[in-house]
T-cell receptor, first 114, second 116 residues
Framework: AQSVTQLDSHVSVSEGTPVLLRCNYS??????LFWYVQHPNKGLQLLLK??????LVKGINGFEAEFKKSETSFHLTKPSAHMSDAAEYFC????????????FGAGTRLAVHP | DAGVTQSPTHLIKTRGQQVTLRCSPK?????VSWYQQALGQGPQFIFQ???????QRGNFPDRFSGHQFPNYSSELNVNALLLGDSALYLC???????????????FGNGTRLTVT
């Protein structure tokens, strides 16, 4: 069975400092991995996706993630946090065969302080 | 280009009642998936509709049912509501069941269901 574990439920950073949100995955297959962001009272927005191409994936709003098979990790990073980055972030793995049946982690709430 | 739209945005129901939630997919999409997001948790897959049929189902009881119409819009029905059904219900659309690599899910803003 496939699963993802987000290692931190809450992360707090100061504006302008780097962001690191950690995710480990478990998959019997070559996984498709995603990061989604959810702002309060909003739906989910895709930040980036990994689908067995380049291991370093660049997404929107300056975010990127690196797929490390040896560590079964897919951590999300951003060099410099902005106040607007405050939101809930979900690491996600998809079932083989398509992108519709997504398995979400429990989420990491990112707080950004001035 | 309209994205995924859901209605209503908020709903309050009583235990034992039935509820219907509605979703219109993003223009050009033909597949609709529904997710339940309980407070403080990640979304959980309920089911997927494609060509007006349920194609995949998550670990949800038969009280949860759905429908897809010829215009690709979809409804989620929940019967005999329980307090534990209180959650944000998210609809997501894609093209071709999401099997095409360039068609990830697009999510709506959700319907917040409160069961009292």
């Amino acid at each position: 069975a496939q699963s993802v574990t987000q290692l931190d439920s809450h992360v707090s950073v100061s504006e302008g400092t780097p962001v690191l949100l950690r995710c480990n995955y478990s998959s019997s297959y070559s996984p498709s991995l995603f990061w989604y962001v959810q702002h309060p009272n909003k739906g989910l927005q895709l930040l980036l996706k990994y689908t067995s191409a380049a291991t370093l994936v660049k997404g929107i709003n300056g975010f990127e993630a690196e797929f490390k098979k040896s560590e079964t990790s897919f951590h999300l990073t951003k060099p410099s946090a902005h106040m607007s980055d405050a939101a809930e972030y979900f690491c996600v793995v998809s079932e083989p065969g398509g992108y519709n049946k997504l398995i979400f982690g429990a989420g990491t709430r990112l707080a950004v302080h001035p | 280009d309209a994205g995924v739209t859901q209605s209503p945005t908020h709903l309050i129901k009583t235990r034992g009642q039935q509820v219907t939630l509605r979703c219109s997919p993003k223009s050009g999409h033909d597949t609709v998936s529904w997710y339940q997001q309980a407070l403080g948790q990640g979304p959980q897959f309920i089911f997927q509709y494609y060509e007006e049929e349920e194609r995949q189902r998550g670990n949800f009881p038969d009280r949860f049912s759905g429908h897809q119409f010829p215009n690709y819009s979809s409804e989620l029905n929940v019967n005999a509501l329980l307090l534990g059904d209180s959650a944000l219900y998210l609809c997501a659309s894609s093209l071709g069941q999401g099997k095409r690599g360039n068609s990830p899910l697009h999510f709506g803003n959700g319907t917040r269901l409160t069961v009292t």
